[in-house]
């Protein structure tokens, strides 16, 4: 099984950039995903990480430490439209699965 | 191209009906999987459908929870004599590939109630 722990809320205020942590413990590591929500809709997919790092796209970036069971993302110049959900989510190598497993959101409140 | 699409959007049922949720992933997409959200709950895991081998039903709540998926396309979730605690949003999600980075495509979700 796997146990993904990410903060319930953040704040921050527009023009900043924030950093939502997300920690992991898994048998075994095939990927870790964050997922945008917004309200009411759908996630969308923001980015993947298999290896150690960081990955730059746009105002977005995600960072992952597979020795330390962690992943944070980055977002910079924030806008009022970055409030949303932020879902980190690892896929296990065990077993085949391919499915992976989401943490519970962390929720960002962009204030002017 | 047009995404996945889920129906209906909004499902309201009596304690004790059934009902039938419908996926529609995109074209091409062999992997399709069924979540549930509940209010500032993560996307919990329900069944996972990957080209024609057996599906991943290992997330399914109880057996009052049934899924298929004909011709490799679209997808229909069961839940049988629903009870309150079934109230959720139900997502839909499709990918391309599996493995590597096979980002998921979701549906708008059924917000399902029971009453």
């Known amino acids: 099984g796997q146990n993904i722990d990410q903060p319930t809320e953040m704040t921050a205020t527009e023009g900043a950039i924030v950093q939502i942590n997300c920690t992991y413990q898994?048998?075994?590591?095939?990927?870790l995903f964050w997922y945008q929500q917004h309200a009411g809709e759908a996630p969308t997919f923001l980015s993947y990480?298999?290896?150690?790092g960081l990955e730059e796209k746009g105002r977005f970036s995600s960072f992952l430490s597979r020795s330390k069971g962690y992943s944070y993302l980055l977002l910079k110049e924030l806008q009022m439209k970055d409030s949303a959900s932020y879902l980190c989510?690892?896929?296990?190598?065990?077993?085949?699965?391919?499915?992976?497993?989401f943490g519970r959101g962390t929720s960002l409140i962009v204030h002017p | 191209g047009a995404g996945v699409s889920q129906s209906p959007s909004n499902k309201v049922t009596e304690k004790g009906k059934d009902v039938e949720l419908r996926c529609d992933p995109i074209?091409?997409?062999?992997?399709l999987y069924w979540y549930r959200q509940s209010l500032g709950q993560g996307l919990e895991f329900l069944i996972y459908?990957?080209?024609?081998?057996?599906?991943?039903k290992s997330g399914l709540p109880s057996d009052r929870f049934s899924a298929e998926r004909t011709g490799g396309s679209v997808s229909t979730l069961t839940i049988q004599r629903t009870q309150q605690e079934d109230s959720a949003v139900y997502l839909c999600?499709?990918?391309?590939?599996?493995?590597?980075?096979?980002?998921?495509?979701f549906g708008p979700g059924t917000r399902l109630t029971v009453t």
């Open positions: 999600a499709s990918s391309l590939v599996v493995g590597g980075g096979d980002e998921q495509y």
């Open positions: 898994t048998s075994g590591f095939n990927g």
């Open positions: 990480n298999v290896l150690d």
């Open positions: 989510a690892v896929r296990d190598d065990g077993g085949g699965s391919y499915i992976p497993t």
């Open positions: 074209s091409g997409h062999t992997a």
């Open positions: 459908f990957q080209g024609n081998s057996a599906p991943d």
